[in-house]
Structures are given as structure tokens and as C-alpha cells.
């Protein structure tokens, strides 16, 4: 089939490339334009725009996914498929263009976790599994019929950065096994149940702020869900202390937010139990393990 590929961040680069080396043939690669990525850098494209010209596959660059300069650019491409990962919501009008329409990798198990951060949402909210989901975009956001699921384990000590890892790599392979499915006609869809649906949007500087007055399992959560980026985050001594990567704590009494070393590992108290601060960095200061932090560490002693 001919296939115009859509996506921008590195989590898609996997599911370009093998694509890239199927019996398909990518009529055109399409990403974000180039942007700055320092206040002095020059402009740098797009991991997905990097590789594909490493690839030597043609790339169209867009803004404004209304303009009807990229209408004209897509339909002259008379692509049989749309394939998406990690892009934006495309207008219905592009949506009727491919002959057999337009397929987005989801990284979760649909209905749960619609929105721009899936695998944050899942990992802070403390579920032992999630996936990826390959379905037929409609007009809404990540509402359109299923194709196939593909589910994968959480570890509870896991972060985001590790789920992304592997369902990045993961997510390539079932959506490789959708397209040629779909060449061949031999597939099924279902519905999805709104019902069951929940948010996974965008998160903030703000939505990173960790409240230790909660029971040590949420605040766990919450940091491992945070990291690597956005990161969870709290106040020491005035500074902004980050969190990269925790576990659950002895049960033992500690005032919330207060630190202690027990064993020679970092605690801090939380409403119910303790968390482990496995790796942590003080605002001006080099990310390091928390046993190294507390032993150069004199101030207050307590996270806000």
C-alpha cells in the first residue's frame, strides 16, 4: 500500500522504521516543522523528521494542519493509509483522503487513557497493565473503532521512561501486523465503551507537585509516573527538589515531607508509610542518589 506516515517525537521513529522496511512503500513522511530547542539554538527538526530524511523518504513539514496548501499536498499523494503515532488531531477533511483510511498507535488500552499522556496517566495512577491500542481515527480524540490491542505488565517500581521504552518498541510491531492486515482485508473492529473511558491530558509544571500528606503508594506512583519528564517535584529550603526514582518505604512513622536515612537509603514521610528517594537533584545541583544528597545535605530537613 501507499502509505503517508505522521508522527514527531521519538516514540514513533520504531513503528517509521518498520514500515519503512515492510512490502509498503511511504509516499511521505509528515512533521512538525522545525523549532527551537534552546534560547540560543538554531532550529532542529523533529526525531520522526531526522530519521525519515536520514531514510531518504520525502518529508512535509507543516503548521497549520487546515491549510489548504497540505490538503493538496496529501491528496495528490493518493495514499492508500494513513498511519499516525504521536501526532496531532488531524481536521475530517484530511480523514477522507486515504482510500482506506486513517489508522493512529495509541499507548494505551482504549478506552482508558484517552488524551496526550497515556503512559504518564497509567503509571501514576498505579495500574499493573496497559498497552497499546491501534484504531480507525474519526472526528473525535481517540474514539474511533479498535483494530487491535496489545497489553504489557507494570512493574511496580517502573517509571513512565520505562513503560515508553517498551511500548514504543512494542507498539511498532503491532501496528506493522495491522497494516498488513488491512492490505489484505483480514481484520475486525469493535467499538469502543465511552463509558469507560478516562482523561490522560496534557500535564503541567503545577500537576507535578508532590503532596506527601497522601499514603506512600500515591506519592511512589506519582514520582515514578513523573519521570523522566515532567518530573515530580517539592520544595527544600526554599529550592525546587526533584524526584526521579523512588519505592515503597519501611511502614514506620514520619511526619509528611520530612526526610530521615534509614540503612543508608533516603525516607520521606508521607500521610500513611514512607517512600524510598532513590534518585533525587536540589535545584543548581547534579542529579544524584539520595543516600549521596543527604550526606552533603544540612538544612530543614523537609519537603513542602
Known amino acids: 500500500m501507499r502509505i503517508v506516515f505522521m508522527g514527531s517525537p521519538d516514540f514513533a521513529i520504531p513503528s517509521l522504521e518498520r514500515l519503512h522496511q515492510s512490502a509498503h512503500e511511504i509516499v511521505s513522511v509528515v512533521s512538525n516543522v522545525d523549532k527551537r530547542r534552546g534560547r540560543r539554538a538554531k532550529p532542529s527538526p523533529t526525531p520522526v523528521k531526522a530519521r525519515a530524511l536520514e531514510l531518504d523518504l520525502p518529508v512535509i513539514e507543516v503548521e497549520d494542519l487546515d491549510n489548504p496548501d497540505f490538503y493538496r499536498d496529501l491528496k495528490v499523494l493518493d495514499a492508500d493509509l494513513f498511519v499516525v503515532v504521536a501526532f496531532r488531531i488531524l481536521p475530517p477533511e484530511l480523514l477522507e483522503l486515504p482510500g482506506r483510511g486513517a489508522i493512529n498507535l495509541h499507548a494505551s488500552l482504549l478506552p482508558k487513557y484517552r488524551g496526550a499522556a497515556p503512559i504518564h496517566w497509567a503509571v501514576?495512577?498505579?495500574?499493573?497493565?496497559?498497552?497499546?491500542?491501534?484504531?480507525?481515527?474519526?472526528?473525535?480524540?481517540?474514539?474511533?473503532?479498535?483494530?487491535?490491542?496489545?497489553?504489557?505488565?507494570?512493574?511496580?517500581?517502573?517509571?513512565?521512561?520505562?513503560?515508553?521504552?517498551?511500548?514504543?518498541?512494542?507498539?511498532?510491531?503491532?501496528?506493522?501486523?495491522?497494516?498488513?492486515?488491512?492490505?489484505?482485508?483480514?481484520?475486525?473492529?469493535?467499538?469502543?465503551?465511552?463509558?469507560?473511558?478516562?482523561?490522560?491530558?496534557?500535564?503541567?509544571?503545577?500537576?507535578?507537585?508532590?503532596?506527601?500528606?497522601?499514603?506512600?503508594?500515591?506519592?511512589?506512583?506519582?514520582?515514578?509516573?513523573?519521570?523522566?519528564?515532567?518530573?515530580?517535584?517539592?520544595?527544600?529550603?526554599?529550592?525546587?527538589?526533584?524526584?526521579?526514582?523512588?519505592?515503597?518505604?519501611?511502614?514506620?512513622?514520619?511526619?509528611?515531607?520530612?526526610?530521615?536515612?534509614?540503612?543508608?537509603?533516603?525516607?520521606?514521610?508521607?500521610?500513611?508509610?514512607?517512600?524510598?528517594?532513590?534518585?533525587?537533584?536540589?535545584?543548581?545541583?547534579?542529579?544524584?542518589?539520595?543516600?549521596?544528597?543527604?550526606?552533603?545535605?544540612?538544612?530543614?530537613?523537609?519537603?513542602?
Not at 159 to 183: A, C, P
Not at 237 to 243: A, C, I, Q, S
Not at 280 to 291: A, D, I, P
Open 124 to 304: 501514576m495512577k498505579g495500574e499493573k497493565q496497559t498497552g497499546c491500542t491501534v484504531f480507525f481515527l474519526d472526528e473525535q480524540v481517540d474514539t474511533g473503532q479498535i483494530i487491535a490491542q496489545r497489553a504489557t505488565n507494570i512493574g511496580i517500581n517502573e517509571t513512565t521512561g520505562d513503560v515508553y521504552n517498551r511500548l514504543k518498541e512494542m507498539g511498532s510491531v503491532l501496528l506493522t501486523e495491522v497494516v498488513d492486515d488491512i492490505e489484505r482485508g483480514d481484520y475486525e473492529t469493535h467499538r469502543q465503551d465511552h463509558e469507560e473511558a478516562t482523561p490522560a491530558p496534557k500535564l503541567f509544571t503545577g500537576d507535578c507537585k508532590v503532596d506527601f500528606d497522601r499514603p506512600a503508594r500515591q506519592v511512589h506512583d506519582n514520582i515514578r509516573g513523573l519521570s523522566p519528564f515532567p518530573t515530580a517535584w517539592a520544595r527544600l529550603d526554599g529550592l525546587k527538589f526533584n524526584m526521579y526514582r523512588s519505592a515503597l518505604g519501611p511502614d514506620q512513622h514520619l511526619a509528611p515531607g520530612i526526610l530521615a536515612m534509614n540503612d543508608d537509603e533516603l525516607l520521606a514521610g508521607c500521610q500513611k508509610g514512607t517512600v524510598i528517594l532513590k534518585q533525587v537533584q536540589l535545584e543548581g545541583k547534579q542529579r544524584m542518589s539520595g543516600k549521596d544528597f543527604m550526606n552533603g545535605y544540612s538544612g530543614s530537613g523537609r519537603l513542602k
